[in-house]
């Protein structure tokens, strides 16, 4: 064993040994706290409601209030270290406005009658519960996100590109996979639907962000070793967060393009129920349910159960697409500085593969869009998942937080498919085979300490760490055997592949991971300054089946990042930031070298606006993302790679989402060139990357009824332009396309009272049945989009 894996192997397991001691550590009775500990306020004399909202960031509340309450008022400056209740009296000095604590976390506000005797305002509640990157949002505009952070950092002190799909936006828009949820999301893109119902894979600004060392994060943790091993369900979420651009200061190796952080739903102390019953088209079934609150009185110990079960077929002949799923979750809360969160689940997911086709095929239209490749009895896609862990946080004081999270996943399945190698002219296909035995283990932990203190004038919120990733992968797989043609016009199915287990072509692979990280946030005044660095430790080792030769790569590397924001009186927060991501390349040069990492480089900058009052916030970004260090063909020996390639990225990003009165709204646009820069093969130099069309663009509104006198009655739609993209080593592009969604849902217990908390909603997707497809290579890799669907459902919530 080479030192450099001893080292890492010790940092492990003593990472391990400090996550299962995190554990116990709760059951000691903490020290007593203050009820409102003390917190540093630094908000001049301004406008009311720009001081309110200024108030909610410094607090780390979540503060909303109706403009026409606090029109025309200003505020008193409040500087210092106070308790919230004693910082908002001085900040409502002088108005003329009462205020009280009510219940669920609000602050009742009342304005006074005037001098002339008109009558007082009624009281506003302004919304102040203490609110958690992983809380529930009512509607589409989440300010708080953890992911680029690691701490409850708002969205408007981040200076990066974050976007945050809320589970009301999910159920609006009727996601049934994470690649729905994010359909609306700037410079994200995707495989056709047929594909992603089986894994969770992305492009952002360009860059692959799909296996589990590229970006595809559970609870702030990585989840899987393998992109194949879980396509995530989207009902089991509180929220998916997504940043974009280089992001290895806070996880490791990461993909340039940046990371996807599906979080959780997790217990609460408020009671919910939740059942849904749904059918739509591929007879298409379902039943889920969502339930949550108390387990003891004095709710020191919570639950939640989540869970969901759908029968459903697809557009393409002999494939479904069912899945089961169940996720329980307990929090214990000792005390109130205390929380322990475990967190389970099981999915199941049985489908078929959706074998890519060449491009031509697909741009005559002569394959039809449910056509199927494979032979019913054969071709299956079918996964078995469990994940299980823990989250824990302990605040020592008001002052110093410490954090620990740990997940164990296992997944398994069989994956057998035909593919689709040629068709002559009378129809006939000629295909391949292909059948896989996938498995696959990972374990991770991170704990961290985070401090608050201040130096001056500056106030700093101090985070260090050590994060472990252990991943474990067997794929056995098997090419080779005899595959019988069908005609393309007339296939007659039913004549089973002979395939040869002689020969296996897949591998073992063996993954460690170990990070340490510090990151200092910083406040003086209006200005935010983020600085971090982080330093890994990786080592990977694959063994071939088919002949036993093993390769192995030990690699370390330092990341870090930089970024200010400044926070204008008036909701502007212009940022600037650099940061820096890196991950590891398997292999050696022609003269037995090992590959070094790649390495990206983002220089960003960006302007967000929260009106103040309001729950709406509008981004702007712009940004130049390069790596590094790419393998392209060695020109001396063909049959080996060299680091001499590289690809830019650079682009426009543009994100308004929010409520305003009646409307829900959600809107994007990315403009995005990423191409080869630098390689040997002149083919390449100068290529557009696949699956990243120049311009794409989204935009979701709905609209609730009451104000036209149809109580309980709210109406939505959607459009989404995916512009033309390109095909490296083909003359021709995929066409662009245009998708229009829409919703209708609407409170039965307004015409039935006898049936509160009932509401049926129908859902309609590619409403005008565009024929489009998808293509990420030129001879065996497009996709069929969804055809027109429909989706009817009945919700009941008590």
């Known amino acids: 064993m080479t030192k450099g894996r001893a080292a890492r192997l010790l ?14 550590a709760p059951i000691a009775p903490a020290a007593a706290q203050a009820p409102a500990a003390a917190q540093r306020f630094d908000i001049p004399a301004q406008p009311l409601g720009s001081a309110l909202a200024a108030f909610g960031r410094q607090a780390g509340l979540q ?14 400056a409040v500087s210092g270290s106070l308790a919230p209740e004693e910082a908002l009296r001085r900040l409502l000095s002088g108005t003329g406005i009462s205020w009280r604590f009510g219940g669920e976390g609000t602050v009742l506000l009342t304005r006074p009658p005037a001098v002339s005797g008109a009558l007082a305002l009624p009281e506003v509640a302004v919304t102040a519960g203490r609110q958690r990157p992983w809380s529930p949002v009512a509607g589409y505009n989440a300010t708080l996100a953890a992911s680029a952070s690691k701490t409850d950092t708002p969205l408007i002190e981040t200076p990066q590109s974050v976007s945050v799909v809320t589970a009301d936006q999910m159920r609006a828009q009727d996601a049934i996979s994470v690649t729905d949820a994010l359909a609306y999301v700037p410079g994200l893109n995707a495989q056709a639907p047929t594909f992603s119902r089986m894994a969770d894979d992305f492009t952002m600004r360009g860059f692959n962000v799909a296996d589990a060392y590229s970006g595809m994060l559970r609870d702030g943790l990585r989840l899987q070793p393998n992109v194949y091993g879980l396509a995530q ?67 020191a110990l919570t639950f939640r159960l989540t869970g969901l079960w759908r029968d459903a077929d697809n557009w393409v002949n002999h494939v479904q697409d069912n899945r089961r799923y169940i996720a329980p979750a307990l929090t214990w809360r000792p005390d109130s500085s205390t929380s322990l969160t475990l967190l389970a689940s099981y999915q199941r997911s049985e489908t078929q593969f959706a074998a890519p086709m060449p491009y031509a095929a697909l741009r005559s239209g002569t394959v039809p869009r449910d056509f199927f490749t494979g032979e019913p009895g054969f071709d299956r896609f079918d996964t078995t998942a469990y994940t299980a862990g823990y989250l824990l946080e302990h605040a020592f004081n008001d002052r110093v937080k410490w954090r620990s999270g740990a997940r164990y996943f296992t997944s398994s399945g069989n994956w057998d498919y035909l593919t689709f190698l040629s068709a002559t002219a009378n129809g006939t296909v000629n295909r391949g085979l292909s059948q896989r035995e996938e498995a696959s283990t990972g374990f991770t932990a991170d704990n961290s300490l985070e401090m608050r203190f201040s130096t001056g004038a500056a106030e700093h919120t101090l985070l260090a760490g050590i994060d472990y990733f252990n991943a474990r992968y067997n794929s056995h797989r098997y090419l080779s055997g005899t595959a019988f043609p069908i005609n393309l016009f007339n296939p007659v199915y039913g004549r089973l592949p002979i395939v040869n287990r002689a020969i ?39 063994t071939s089946f088919r002949n036993g030769a093993q390769a192995s790569q030990s690699d370390d590397a330092f990341t870090g990042r930089a970024g200010a924001v400044y926070l204008f009186e008036n909701g502007f927060a212009p940022y ?24 990206g480089t983002q220089y960003e900058a960006g302007l967000r606006y929260q009106p103040p009052g309001t729950s709406m916030t509008f981004s702007a970004a712009v940004y130049e993302l390069t790596q590094k260090d790419v393998l392209t063909t060695d020109l001396q020996a063909p049959t080996f790679q060299v680091q001499t390639g590289e690809v830019r990225a650079r682009g426009i990003e543009l994100e308004a989402k929010g409520n305003w009165g009646p409307f829900g709204f959600v809107a994007s646009y990315a403009y995005t060139d990423a191409r080869a820069v630098k390689s040997n093969q002149a083919a390449q130099l100068g290529q557009r990357l696949a699956l990243t069309p120049y311009n794409t663009a989204g935009l979701w509104v709905d609209y609730a009824a009451d104000g036209l006198g149809i109580r309980g009655l709210k109406i939505g739609g959607g459009v989404r332009y995916v512009g033309s993209a390109n095909i490296p080593g083909f003359d021709r592009d995929v066409p662009d396309y245009v998708l229009v969604d829409a919703m209708a849902r609407y409170e039965l217990d307004r015409l039935l009272p006898q049936l509160p908390g009932t509401a049926l909603t129908v859902n309609a997707h590619n409403i005008f049945g565009e024929n489009y497809f998808v293509c990420a290579g030129a001879s065996n890799g497009c996709r069929y989009g969804a055809p027109r669907t429909f989706l009817a459902s009945l919700s009941y919530r008590w």
Request: glycine share 14%; proline share 3%.
């Open 11 to 24: 940092a492990g397991t003593a990472l391990l040994a400090t996550s299962l001691l995190a554990v116990a």
């Open 63 to 76: 503060v909303t209030a109706e403009a026409g309450a606090v029109a025309g008022l200003q505020s008193q």
């Open 576 to 599: 600037l930031s650099f940061s820096q991501s890196f991950a590891p390349n398997i292999g050696t040069d022609r003269l037995g070298e090992a590959f070094s990492p790649t390495r």
């Open 233 to 299: 369900e989207p009902y089991g979420m509180e929220r998916i967060e997504v940043v974009r651009g280089a992001a290895s200061v806070l996880y490791g190796q990461l993909s340039p393009g940046g990371l996807i952080n599906a979080v959780s739903k997790r217990p609460t102390e408020e009671t919910l129920r939740e059942i849904n019953i749904g059918y739509g088209s591929d007879d298409r079934r379902f039943i889920s349910g969502d339930y949550a609150g108390k387990l003891t009185e004095d709710g």
């Open 504 to 542: 296996d072509t897949g591998s073992r692979t063996n993954g460690d991971q170990v990070g340490v990280y510090l990151q200092d946030q910083i406040r003086l005044g209006q200005l935010v300054l983020t600085l971090g660095g982080r330093h890994d430790w990786t080592e990977r080792k694959t």
